[in-house]
């Protein structure tokens, strides 16, 4: 079997080897290490790839060439990865790609940073710059480090949820998405310990969590003390970590209104699928929007934030969460976070984990609360929801975790399809990993040798590879021996990846039908960047930034309203300027106006 191996990917290579004419000097230095192949290369059999790094790093980069060249010794391929650079992402690496391999000589990219991946198909600003992956990849087994094949196809490995992102609108699928990074909460448990706190599993649990920190407790001083801590920060200006965390509270609440928001499509009585051409507007007024901007604005109260949240930078951010003293105790980031820390806390990786976006609590009272069969309270209805979650987090059958509640809660008996939709809200998570492809240029003569590399990517045992090299887990696999982790941030973080009610969301890029058609793509149209507007406008807050809980007018305590009150506001505001310019929305599109549009 090895032997039929080798001979068929040796004669799927032939005609490369035939046609191939000029050499790699032009393609930059190798970087390869010191345990892979010597000696001259064969321009024929050698792939040169172009990469970003970010936050994975490129580790798992060299340690999977220096697997592929010894597996593929036989027949002398060989693998030149140039330096990675943060440069190769985005509208520069599609630049490159448009340059085509007879110029650049590179046969393979590892990039990040496009919307989709139209990006690299005719759709695309420079037509179709990438080999179409179906046959030569996804319908194809994956490939050891022992050069053997897999049982079953690489297609087979991938969950739909992730497959959807390697497939362009026309069907082609251009792009290797290997990145199942999440978004989430990072948090320093040496700083949380103080306070006696569990960590949150509702967004309830989450404000808690943040006025205990801010109003300090009896050993703990308050924020607003040198010696206390604030219980958030953020990266200021047009940032995308909080972000991800709106999107996932918004599909948290309403899933199908979530998908409605993105595309501003209906579903009618028969099931048929409207655009709403004259009221796409109508999704701005949605009770999900509301309650996920309640949540917002109290999660970017600039009075509970570090100072200089408003305006820092990544680096000054993540300082903000490692330092030992002041500072912050929370930020919103991302799984991709452990290699970037690293970088300057590397004696403080270790006070650091990761936990996924809480669960909006709206969800609970949707689902439990007053005018259901339940009839909860709202503090049961948060109660409830929060030890559901905990039996989601522990893979739980829906089963299993009805009997859990009836036993926990005197007999109160949860339907299939509750506790369903809480496994779900649960399972959402905002992914950036959809950014990250792997891309085979298009008219490499070295495309079959490519097609192999990629395949072997996707096998088992570069899977744990990933997984140990750039901290994150790969879409393909869900077999990972979680006990190799270099920190408890990675472990954390890496099991939201591997629940089994995880779904990959990524709100502007799930922008579809008639909102793509209009240019729709932001979350909002008239108000730029939510999170830079909570936190660079009025000022929004029950606290009164001296460490203690504000008060009205009448010297009243305030409370949570106070968010909700500014999220109805925003929501207001939005929703009549979307009415107000429907139409403009249709001439700056270039599209014919409907008629009924005024």
């Known amino acids: 079997m090895q032997y039929l191996k080798r001979m068929l990917a040796t004669t799927l290579c032939a005609v490369t080897a035939l046609s191939s004419v000029f050499a790699l000097s032009a393609c930059g230095g190798d970087t390869s290490s010191s345990n892979r192949?010597?000696?001259?290369?064969?321009?024929?059999?050698?792939?040169?790839?172009?990469?970003?790094?970010?936050?994975?790093?490129?580790?798992?980069?060299?340690?999977?060439?220096?697997?592929?060249?010894?597996?593929?010794?036989?027949?002398?391929?060989?693998?030149?990865?140039?330096?990675?650079?943060?440069?190769?992402?985005?509208?520069?690496?599609?630049?490159?790609?448009?340059?085509?391999?007879?110029?650049?000589?590179?046969?393979?990219?590892?990039?990040?940073?496009?919307?989709?991946?139209?990006?690299?198909?005719?759709?695309?600003?420079y037509g179709v710059l990438a080999e179409d992956l179906a046959e030569i990849v996804f319908n194809q087994p994956a490939i050891g480090y022992d050069g053997e094949e897999e049982s079953v196809l690489i297609s087979s490995k991938i969950r739909a949820d992730r497959m959807r992102y390697s497939i362009d609108k026309h069907g082609k699928a251009y792009g290797f998405q290997y990145n199942d990074t999440v978004s989430g909460l990072a948090v320093n448990m040496k700083k949380f310990n103080k306070y006696g706190l569990e960590l949150p599993k509702t967004t309830n649990e989450f404000l808690q969590c943040m006025q205990t920190i801010y109003l300090g407790t009896d050993t703990v001083p308050n924020a607003e003390n040198k010696k206390g801590h604030f219980p958030i920060t953020y990266v200021g200006g047009n940032n995308g970590y909080v972000v991800s965390a709106l999107s996932t509270w918004m599909a948290q609440y309403d899933y199908d209104a979530y998908?409605?928001?993105?595309?501003?499509?209906?579903?009618?009585?028969?099931?048929?699928?409207?655009?709403?051409?004259?009221?796409?507007?109508?999704?701005?007024?949605?009770?999900?929007?509301?309650?996920?901007?309640?949540?917002?604005?109290?999660?970017?109260?600039?009075?509970?934030?570090?100072?200089?949240?408003?305006?820092?930078?990544?680096?000054?951010?993540?300082?903000?969460?490692?330092?030992?003293?002041?500072?912050?105790?929370?930020?919103?980031?991302?799984?991709?976070?452990?290699?970037?820390?690293?970088?300057?806390?590397?004696?403080?990786?270790?006070?650091?984990?990761?936990?996924?976006?809480?669960?909006?609590?709206?969800?609970?009272?949707?689902?439990?609360?007053?005018?259901?069969?339940?009839?909860?309270?709202?503090?049961?209805?948060?109660?409830?929801?929060?030890?559901?979650?905990?039996?989601?987090?522990?893979?739980?059958?829906?089963?299993?975790?009805?009997?859990?509640?009836?036993?926990?809660f005197d007999g109160l008996t949860l339907?299939?399809?509750?506790?369903?939709?809480?496994?779900?809200?649960?399972?959402?998570?905002?992914?950036?990993?959809?950014?990250?492809?792997?891309?085979?240029?298009?008219?490499?003569?070295?495309?079959?040798?490519?097609?192999?590399?990629?395949?072997?990517?996707?096998?088992?045992?570069?899977?744990?590879?990933?997984?140990?090299?750039?901290?994150?887990?790969?879409?393909?696999?869900?077999?990972?021996?979680?006990?190799?982790?270099?920190?408890?941030?990675?472990?954390?973080?890496?099991?939201?990846?591997?629940?089994?009610?995880?779904?990959?969301?990524?709100?502007?890029?799930?922008?579809?039908?008639?909102?793509?058609?209009l240019g729709l793509r932001a979350i909002f149209t008239h108000t730029a960047h939510i999170p830079s507007t909570i936190s660079t406008g009025a000022i929004v807050s029950m606290f009164d930034g001296k460490g203690n809980i504000g008060k009205d007018a009448k010297g009243n305590a305030l409370t949570v309203q106070v968010y909700r009150d500014a999220a109805k506001k925003m929501q207001e505001t939005e929703y009549n300027n979307a009415k107000k310019y429907w139409k403009d929305y249709y001439k700056n599109a270039g599209l014919p106006i409907p008629e009924g549009v005024n």
């Open 259 to 408: 998908e409605q928001f993105w595309s501003m499509h209906e579903t009618d009585a028969e099931g048929n699928v409207i655009k709403m051409e004259t009221n796409g507007y109508e999704v701005f007024k949605m009770k999900s929007v509301e309650e996920m901007l309640t949540v917002a604005y109290a999660a970017m109260d600039v009075r509970a934030a570090a100072y200089g949240s408003t305006t820092q930078g990544l680096d000054q951010a993540q300082a903000q969460v490692m330092k030992e003293n002041g500072g912050a105790v929370m930020m919103f980031n991302g799984s991709w976070m452990m290699n970037e820390v690293k970088l300057n806390w590397k004696n403080q990786v270790n006070d650091i984990t990761f936990i996924g976006v809480p669960v909006i609590s709206a969800l609970g009272t949707k689902l439990m609360g007053n005018g259901t069969s339940y009839n909860l309270s709202d503090e049961k209805c948060d109660e409830v929801l929060s030890f559901v979650i905990g039996l989601v987090d522990e893979n739980k059958e829906i089963d299993e975790m009805i009997t859990a509640v009836k036993e926990e």
């Open 37 to 125: 192949n010597k000696g001259p290369k064969d321009p024929a059999k050698t792939i040169t790839i172009a990469s970003g790094e970010g936050g994975n790093g490129s580790e798992w980069l060299y340690t999977l060439a220096d697997k592929f060249e010894k597996a593929y010794q036989e027949e002398g391929y060989r693998v030149n990865v140039l330096e990675p650079s943060n440069d190769m992402a985005g509208t520069v690496a599609l630049t490159d790609m448009a340059r085509g391999v007879e110029e650049t000589g590179t046969d393979m990219y590892f990039i990040s940073g496009i919307n989709s991946v139209d990006a690299v198909g005719e759709d695309g600003d």
């Open 415 to 517: 339907s299939e399809a509750v506790v369903t939709e809480i496994a779900r809200a649960r399972g959402f998570v905002y992914v950036r990993g959809v950014e990250a492809l792997g891309l085979i240029n298009k008219n490499t003569p070295r495309k079959n040798i490519a097609a192999l590399f990629l395949r072997m990517m996707a096998s088992e045992d570069f899977a744990q590879t990933w997984y140990e090299t750039a901290n994150s887990a790969p879409v393909y696999s869900r077999n990972l021996d979680l006990s190799k982790a270099s920190t408890t941030f990675v472990r954390e973080a890496v099991k939201i990846s591997l629940n089994k009610y995880q779904v990959g969301i990524t709100g502007p890029r799930n922008v579809n039908g008639l909102r793509e058609s």
